[in-house]
């Protein structure tokens, strides 16, 4: 699978732009990361070879990648750690980079391991912050409005409908065709990471949001892609979530509601109501159980917070 991307035309040497190419091929094709993953890596990589034409004084090269010591990639961490880059993107672009040299290394175009013995900073813990039920209400009527052309509001309502409706992670809801969502049915597979499938349940209100939509979309045949821009094309992620970040200054919240919010909620709203741990899992495509674990931290210090407001002891 080709997968295309900005070439490093300025800060790498054409035979590691190659070499790069074929990783992006790679990672999607052999990998199977989704295309936004495999976007975030780019730019974790774009930052490295920006701070190594500095470093190095010139463009990097396969020769130069080969002779990089641990104080070297210290040093990039460091440079990051300067930017004010929060842990857990200097954690993200650690593995990104062991990736790409393991991937170098497999291809037999360099031999460095000194990367492998690098160790960022533990990221903070942080907690998904889930939308109240209320706010996903007022949260989809806002999508709907902030969008000039009618049928685009009914498509940012739809995708933001199924995200919260069916917990979808971004990637997997624009990676959906039109043939993929059965609205007679009561469920759906969706294909995950790893390319695993999950049955996700198809709500009346997902049907009827989806259904409404498509009555307006450009192109409404089976292999068409659902969510659609303005030209008929896939929709791209950022373009949904420059709409969060317009949604979400109109509704004056905080800068942690992001598309994947919608999911958090999903997955929060359905503990509250009495739903299991391992059903929870198995709806997110968790492959394991401390993943979802998290939620259940969230509802008890909503638990806690009632308690302390309410209770005549506390």
């Keep these: 699978m080709e997968v295309k991307f900005n070439p490093f035309e300025s800060t790498a040497s054409e035979k590691v732009r190659l070499a790069i190419q074929k990783w992006q091929e790679y990672l999607v094709s052999e990998r199977r990361l989704s295309l936004l993953t495999a ?8 930052e490295f070879f920006t701070f190594l034409l500095d470093y190095l004084g010139k463009e990097a090269d396969l020769r130069d ?5 641990i104080t070297d990639f210290r040093a990039f961490l460091a440079w990051r750690s300067e ?8 954690a993200r672009g650690v593995s990104a980079l062991k990736n790409f040299f393991r991937f170098l290394m497999r291809e037999r175009l360099i031999q460095n391991k000194a990367i492998m013995a690098v160790r960022s900073a533990r990221p903070n813990k ?12 007022k949260f989809l ?12 509001g009914l498509r940012d309502v739809a995708l933001f409908t199924l995200m919260y409706g069916a917990g979808l992670r971004i990637a997997e809801a624009l990676s959906l065709n039109i043939k993929d969502v059965p609205l007679d049915q009561e469920a759906m597979v969706i294909t995950g990471k790893g390319n695993k499938q999950r049955l996700v349940p198809l709500l009346p209100a997902v049907r009827k949001a989806i259904q409404k939509y498509l009555e307006g979309h450009p192109c409404p045949t089976p292999d068409a892609p659902l969510f659609v821009g303005a030209r008929g094309d896939r929709i791209n992620p950022g373009v949904v979530q420059r709409a969060v970040r317009h949604i979400r200054y109109a509704m ?7 598309p994947h919010a919608l999911r958090h909620s999903f997955a929060t709203h359905l503990l509250q109501a009495g739903g299991d741990l391992r059903s929870v899992q198995e709806l997110l495509g968790h492959s394991t159980l401390s993943a979802t674990q998290r939620y259940t931290e969230i509802t008890l210090q909503d638990l806690d917070r009632v308690y302390k407001k309410a209770h005549p002891r506390s």
């Design 141 to 152: 009527k806002v999508a709907q409005e902030m969008q000039k052309e009618h049928w685009q």
């Design 252 to 258: 004056n919240l905080p800068d942690t509601v992001t």
């Design 39 to 46: 976007e975030s890596y780019q730019e974790d990589l774009k």
């Design 83 to 90: 930017q004010k880059i929060s842990k857990a993107s200097i």
């Design 65 to 69: 990648l080969e002779n990089l010591k």
């Design 126 to 137: 942080i907690l998904p912050h889930p939308l109240s039920a209320d706010q996903a209400g």
